[in-house]
């Protein structure tokens, strides 16, 4: 293959397929969907998945797919750089490994070898698994931390599928973040607390610099305004926050236009983080995309995450008390409480 074929590529054109679900109904139906794409199959997915020095960003313009079934632990407890909005019992799960977006904080870029797109079809494991580990108590599980579900729900309907479970599971509080901008398939659900909408928010700076392939602001706004119309939980989640010089006036304008299209009272809570990314992590995400001036800055590490240091810390001082010109204090979640 040339390098100068590889442009021309629309996306999911090679798809790789597990020879153990080749006649997966999920499996059919992507092929179906995708019947021009050039089918390869593999023994295994961590076969072209886990190869050693893999060109990351050239494969993020690529976009192939992979199709396996996922074997082993399916669902994990909630990392230390997540949030659990105050839930005990804090798991999360992925359907789906990779994004369709590319945000260049994005610790995606650096947590796996390969940056094509996995989906695994053996879902109802996932669903067992999900069950079993929650009994009947409370359980809080985020299941689009790996990738954007919003964003694929007319390719894999997982957030159907997810509805369907959390409306069956009402002690199960299911959180699917977004950052898409179209969120019309919400319009055949009846809402329900415990299916959670949490829209990812960033000024206008941080979304046009490093948000290329994200839906504006503007957009995501309108979305989130929808999801309150419609009346499911709306959560707005400001991670990560980045430190400008001037990032009061940033914040201060982005929080003002925030509540200007989405009714502060209608807000289920709002989570808050700096960038955070595990040192090894940073690593990889510098090797992938040597020439990001976002990723070259200095920063300290702290608590076994590489972070801004005190700077961010003022960042986050000034947001809280903006928003608590809209929302109570105890509807301001960080990352680290």
């Known amino acids: 293959m040339k390098k100068s074929e590889i ?3 629309k996306p999911f054109s090679h798809i790789y397929v597990e020879k153990d679900v080749k006649q997966n109904k999920m499996t059919l139906s ?31 313009s690529i976009n192939s797919l992979i199709i396996a079934k996922n074997t082993g632990e399916l669902v994990y407890k909630g990392a230390p750089f ?28 650096g947590l796996y070898p390969s940056a094509y797109m996995t989906v695994f079809v053996n879902t109802d494991d996932y669903l067992k698994e999900v069950e079993e580990k929650a009994g009947d108590e409370s359980c809080f599980l985020c299941v689009s931390y790996d990738t954007d579900l919003g964003a694929v729900e007319d390719i894999f309907g997982f957030c159907a599928l997810w509805y369907d479970f959390a409306k069956n599971h009402r002690n ?44 504006s602001l503007f957009a995501r706004l309108k979305a989130g305004a ?19 010089d001037n990032f009061e006036e940033v914040y201060g304008r982005f929080i003002d236009r925030c509540f200007r299209e989405i009714d502060p009272e209608k807000v289920l809570d709002i989570g808050l983080g700096g960038f955070r990314v595990a040192p090894a992590c940073l690593k990889n995400m510098r090797r992938n995309y040597p020439l990001s001036r976002l990723l070259s800055y200095p920063y300290e590490t702290v608590d076994g995450a590489c972070r801004y240091g005190r700077g961010e810390d003022e960042c986050i001082d000034f947001i809280i008390k903006k928003l608590e010109n809209y929302v109570d204090k105890k509807k301001i979640c960080l990352w680290n409480t």
């Not at 092929?31 to 050239?58: C, P, S, T, V, W």
């Not at 700076?205 to 490093?210: F, H, I, N, R, V």
């Not at 309150?228 to 980045?242: A, I, Q, T, W």
Request: aromatic share 18%; hydrophobic share 40%.
């Open 7 to 9: 442009w021309y590529y």
């Open 30 to 60: 992507l092929l179906k969907r995708f019947e021009g794409a050039k089918i390869i199959e593999i023994n295994h997915y961590k076969d072209i998945f886990n190869r050693k020095n893999q060109a990351y960003a050239m494969q993020k």
């Open 82 to 109: 997540c949030q659990s909005f105050g839930e005990e019992n804090f798991y999360y799960t992925s359907f789906v490994l990779n994004c369709l977006y590319d945000c260049e904080y994005c610790y995606l870029r």
């Open 172 to 215: 199960i509080k299911v959180e699917l973040r977004t950052k898409c901008a179209d969120l019309s398939f919400l319009k055949g659900f009846a809402p329900i607390p415990n299916f959670i909408i949490a829209i990812t928010l960033s000024p206008e700076e941080t979304a046009g610099l490093y948000e290329g392939r994200a839906p």
């Open 226 to 244: 929808s999801v309150v119309e419609m009346g499911f939980p709306l959560r707005l989640s400001f991670d990560p926050v980045l430190v400008y």
